[in-house]
């Protein structure tokens, strides 16, 4: 998905992705350094034997899933330190054969298997994290007074091209447009498509009830759309039209409207309610639109941007151009409030999005329901990583 649900940072500047929040989206607009990796040893992560390892088997045995069906020579990813898909392989069938419900079991298997490594870059260990979740949405697949916000499927005039497919310095940049001519020119822009003018009007996947509420899913990438004909239709992210993003947040902070102490989801959607004629005006300086498709049977959680599940308060998204999908984080952050405690535990890189950007960065997903919008919209923490790599590579 890349950045399936919602982010809270990016309101503010832009800081978070889009759950699957979202997407990759458009060019990065600034050079980042590359990761610098240091071997430690597992005695050096901070609350190593205090993890339960509850709900991670379940988001590492995803990955596993995944490594496994691709090439044994494929590289790792973006993270040329983590060898090759070969090498991983091993270390998840030994995975898949142990018991995964003991947390010492599991603790032994990354002690005999793996070697963590800190993760920096341009001499800096700590980094942003910040938090996103899955949210609930109301609408109709029929058009009626009430649900009359369209959420559209990705029409089939719209290119999303990889650049790392043609240079490998632009792995994990992407840029979308319509095909003139032979020629890619740039897609319709958010204004122009909530206001009707492109050509797939008739392209509409749901109807929801709030221009706020699409708005925010746009940011999202993907929600759970309670019906109101009965039952529940989950979407995921399909496309976007390759505008670049921007923060509404910082677009209030500009106007002076907010500061970056009052800026919040919470204070931007109240302004935007309280502004009803200057909300679409607002909107549509972020110039990103996202597109959406019905998922069907999805395991548990929204599909990240590796392709697989996201596991509540164990998926994390990353820069998917430095880091890579399937590598097995220990974390070390501050948690938000209400919690007191350090969030010390094991995650997997399972996602990104276009305002994820940095070796040091991160967005915990925190799942859906009313503590995970808490805990997603508090989070705006200093932390670290440790990369786990399988004992036969790693940083020379």
């Known amino acids: ?8 940072s990016v309101f503010l500047l832009g800081a978070c992705s889009l759950f699957q929040a979202s997407p990759d989206q458009g060019l990065a607009e600034e050079a980042y350094a590359p990761p610098v990796l240091t071997a430690a040893s597992f005695a050096q992560l901070p609350g190593w034997g205090q993890d339960d390892f509850s709900g991670f088997a379940q988001a590492f045995s995803r990955s596993c899933d995944r ?10 990813g973006a993270l040329k330190d983590a060898g090759t898909y070969g090498d991983w392989q091993g270390a998840c069938a030994v995975f898949a054969a142990s018991p995964q ?12 298997y793996f070697t963590p490594y800190a993760v920096s870059a341009d001499g800096e260990s700590e980094g ?47 840029i979308a447009g319509r095909v003139v001519g032979g020629n890619l020119k740039p897609y ?43 039952g529940v239709m989950r979407i995921g992210y399909a496309g976007q039209n390759g505008h670049p993003y921007y923060a509404i947040g910082r677009e209030l ?40 498709k019905e998922l069907e049977g999805e395991d548990g959680g929204p599909m990240g941007g590796e392709g697989v599940a996201l596991t509540p308060e164990r998926s994390v998204a990353v820069d998917r151009s430095l880091m890579a ?7 070390d952050l501050e948690a938000p ?60």
């Not at 998905?1 to 809270?8: D, P, Q």
């Open 253 to 292: 902070i500009k106007r002076g409207e907010l500061t970056k102490d009052t800026v919040s989801m919470e204070s931007i959607r109240a302004w935007l309610e309280a502004n009803p004629y200057q909300a679409d005006e607002l909107m549509n300086a972020n110039a990103s639109y996202v597109f959406f």
């Open 325 to 331: 999908y399937g590598l097995p984080l220990w974390v």
């Open 128 to 174: 942003l994290f910040t938090g996103y979740y899955e949210a609930s949405l109301h609408g109709s697949r029929v058009r009626t007074p009430k649900y009359n916000v369209p959420l559209y499927v990705r029409a089939d005039d719209l290119v999303m091209v990889d650049l790392g497919e043609f240079r490998e310095e632009l792995k994990g940049q992407r």
């Open 188 to 230: 319709e822009s958010r204004e122009e498509i909530v206001a009707g003018r492109w050509p797939h009007n008739d392209k509409v996947l749901v109807w929801l009830d709030d221009p706020v509420d699409a708005f925010f899913v746009q940011i999202q990438g993907s929600g759970v759309v309670e019906l109101a004909e009965g």
């Open 1 to 8: 998905m890349m950045k399936a649900v919602l982010c809270f």
């Open 67 to 76: 490594m496994a069906k691709q090439p044994a020579e494929r590289a790792f």
């Open 101 to 112: 419900n003991d947390p010492r079991i599991l603790r032994a298997f990354f002690e005999t």
């Open 337 to 396: 409030a209400p919690a007191s405690a350090r969030l010390q535990r094991m995650m997997v890189a399972q996602d990104t999005g276009g305002a994820i950007r940095g070796a040091v960065r991160g967005d915990v997903f925190w799942g859906r329901g009313a503590r995970a919008e808490q805990m997603a919209g508090a989070m705006k923490s200093k932390g670290r990583y440790w990369a786990l790599l399988p004992r036969r590579v790693g940083a020379q």
